[in-house]
């Protein structure tokens, strides 16, 4: 299979793990293994005495019984775990597309989205947001994009790198309109739970009527990237099955310590939840104050839900120098938006750390030199 470059996770591995401040990252603040345990009573011990053998390929019962309660209608047997949503994402589209089939996508995007569609033979077409509309997706020219062979809707909301969230009768609308035309929509829902206000969370599109598919991950609401646990909830059992025949030739199964920190993390998950739902309110009343400072060299969409949002520069360079200054200059690292293949006018500025309130008051110095 051949595969372009992911131009942003090879920009945040050259930088993100020397970067003094990183103000770019998408996750929520994470915790020690010791922090985790603490959550759960008699955990220590449990995980002192866990056997480090292959666990089951689909993921433990527990596990999958932890995750399907994430949903309304979804049973155990009805979920498979992979090794991050990353994989989720290559299981789905390596079995469920073909050469020649249409692939539509929200866009920007996660590249993974549709760049693994690409390389299996597919057409893609973006569904372009309008940043004028509030990030929001025109619904109407939805049905242009549709062609005799669109096999695939792919969504992400909350979305990486806006912030922007469906009102919920629009995303009801989508799945009606999909089932009506026998196309399936792939929901990434990494962020889901990230709503800044409650009214906010849509239903996980696994739990609408048609053949959807609902992607999620432990990376990102509960902070816990490192524990390389994703799943992806179906009521289509057929798919399962192929996914299942995937996993069998990548990962075979998850990491038993992976699996078993996640399950603690998904059983009290309403606390993680809670703190890092904490952390990004108090945080986004940052930015309030942040960008109407600057608003003569930013120029933003307040998000609704999730980790990051997508400022747009006026300064009047580019945001590939403008994040490369920075991180020289201050040691803060952001993402420009051309590692999305959006533009050179837009940054990802993430917001679910605690130390974000330090950072920003480095960039803000940066801002002060530079630009007065």
Known sequence: MAIREFRLERFLAEREFRAPYVLGASDCETMSVQELLSLEPGSEDDLLRLRLGYVEPAGSP???E???GLYSGVSPDEVITFNGASEGIMAFMAVSLRPGDHVIVQFPAYQSLYEVARSVGCDVTFWKMDEEKGWSPDLGALQDLVRPTTKVLVINSPHNPTGYQFPERDFRALARFAEDRGIIVFSDEVYRFLEHRADDRLPAMVDLPGAHVSLGDVSKAYGLAGL???WIATHDRDLLG????YKDYSTICNS????FLAEIALRPRGKIVARNLEIVRRNIRLLDDFFATWSDLFSWVRPRAGSTVFPRLRAGIGAEEFCTDLLRSAGVLLVPGTVFEHDDAHVRLGYGRLDMPEALERLEGYLRVRFG
């Open 228 to 230: 390389r646990t994703g």
């Open 66 to 68: 932890a995750i399907a």
């Open 242 to 245: 192929r996914l299942a025949g």
């Open 256 to 259: 038993a310590p992976g699996e």
């Open 62 to 64: 527990s596990l999958r």
